[in-house]
């Protein structure tokens, strides 16, 4: 399993070498952070697999949760999460792991495509003015916050008496 497992991340991510991946080992996933100019993300999948003992029928049940920030001139953050339900035959453990992999692959894939006609959707002449919108340049307040200066607040006032900062 390992090694389908393996050829699944490297054919998923050919960019990636495997000392980047971060694997645990009491919760065995995959951590993989993207950093690129003006975006980051991430995609976390998990995958439980359940014998079932009367039969050799392999439940499979998944779940994916994408995330991506853009953060050029504005703050626009996406968080998906989807949930698959699939089964396979147990027939031998060779056939299992590349059964496995394949059922994987093929829900990631398609979860990735309908990602992409969204994003494709929004990104699209006609519709990206929405995709526009929701990138904010100042809070709502339209004032920048002062950093420089937070003592103006009666919060950082209050908590720097409280706890003697500043005397």
Not at 13 to 21: D, G, H, S, Y
């Amino acid at each position: 399993m390992d090694f389908h497992g393996e050829r699944l991340l490297l054919s998923s991510f050919p960019r990636l070498t495997l000392p980047n991946m971060l694997i645990g080992v009491d919760d065995p996933c995959l951590h993989l952070l993207v950093l690129d100019q003006v975006c980051n993300g991430s995609w976390r999948s998990i995958w439980n697999v359940e014998f079932k003992d009367d039969v050799q029928i392999v439940e499979v049940r998944g779940r994916m949760q994408v995330g991506a920030h853009y953060f050029e001139e504005g703050n626009v953050q996406l968080d998906a999460k989807h949930e698959f339900q699939d089964s396979t035959l147990f027939q031998s453990p060779d056939d299992l792991a590349i059964s496995l992999t394949n059922i994987i692959r093929h829900h990631e894939t398609e979860y990735l495509a309908s990602l992409q006609v969204l994003y494709m959707f929004v990104r699209s002449p006609n519709t990206y003015t929405t995709f526009k919108d929701l990138r904010r340049k100042l809070p709502v307040t339209r004032t920048l916050f002062p950093w420089h200066n937070t003592l103006q607040f009666s919060l950082t006032r209050d908590i720097s008496k409280e706890l003697g900062i500043g005397k």
